[in-house]
Antibody
Framework: QVQLVESGGGVVQPGGSLRLSCAAS????????MHWVRQAPGKGLEWVAF????????YYADSVKGRFTISRDNSKNTLYLQMNSLRAEDTAVYYC???????????WGKGTTVTVSS | QSVLTQPPSVSAAPGQKVTISCSGS????????VSWYQQLPGTAPKLLIY???KRPSGIPDRFSGSKSGTSATLGITGLQTGDEADYYC????????????FGGGTKLTVL
């Protein structure tokens, strides 16, 4: 079945780094754009980043631009989010989501939790 | 402050109908398809509506979507206690600074 599984979350000090992974299965990963979306505790959804199916274009929210990098390895069916210079306000559950080609996210992972705290 | 505006909460009794609005601008809703997501407590969001008014396989026809100009609406009929959740609208935005936007979310309470 179509599935996305995030990993790599954890507790990190302010200024630190983490790399999140999103393993895809059950669909042709290399054919679809992918998103990262986060949700801070008790807050709404915040879009973080998007990468086209072939990695040719990447887009970021202003809040993470210059600190986070989205990438993908289509040979490994895996999406990544490299997070540097982490701040307390980056504390959230991070979800990866598949983009079917229109304005929607049709498959979501269960999320991985990132906590930035000293 | 979200780019797309939703009411923070709505409520209705079981069996009744409720609508949730999502207001945007010409740079987002006005020129793009809208999607809607349901997030049950403690779970990941799930796609409810795409392309303004289409339902993915497995989504009951109690859920419907519409769009007019720069606003979109999610409708839910025959409310069930299991529909209690947070609902979000989302779409692309032509603004280069914020390519994708979500609404702030609406908490649905089934009384």
């Amino acid at each position: 079945q179509v599935q996305l599984v995030e990993s790599g979350g954890g507790v990190v000090q302010p200024g630190g780094s983490l790399r999140l992974s999103c393993a895809a299965s059950g669909f042709t990963f290399s054919s679809y754009g992918m998103h990262w979306v986060r949700q801070a505790p008790g807050k709404g959804l915040e879009w973080v980043a998007f990468i086209r199916y072939d990695g040719s274009n990447k887009y970021y929210a202003d809040s993470v631009k210059g600190r986070f990098t989205i990438s993908r390895d289509n040979s490994k069916n895996t999406l990544y989010l490299q997070m540097n210079s982490l701040r307390a306000e980056d504390t959230a559950v991070y979800y990866c989501a598949k983009d079917p080609g229109n304005a929607a996210m049709d498959v979501w992972g269960k999320g991985t939790t990132v906590t930035v705290s000293s | 402050q979200s780019v797309l505006t939703q009411p923070p909460s709505v409520s209705a009794a079981p069996g009744q109908k409720v609508t949730i609005s999502c207001s945007g601008s010409s740079s987002n809703i006005g020129n793009n398809y809208v999607s809607w997501y349901q997030q049950l407590p403690g779970t990941a969001p799930k796609l409810l509506i795409y392309d303004n008014n289409k339902r993915p396989s497995g989504i009951p026809d109690r859920f419907s979507g519409s769009k007019s100009g720069t606003s979109a609406t999610l409708g839910i009929t025959g409310l069930q206690t299991g529909d209690e959740a947070d609902y979000y609208c989302g779409t692309w935005d032509s603004s280069l600074s914020v390519p994708w936007v979500f609404g702030g979310g609406t908490k649905l309470t089934v009384l």
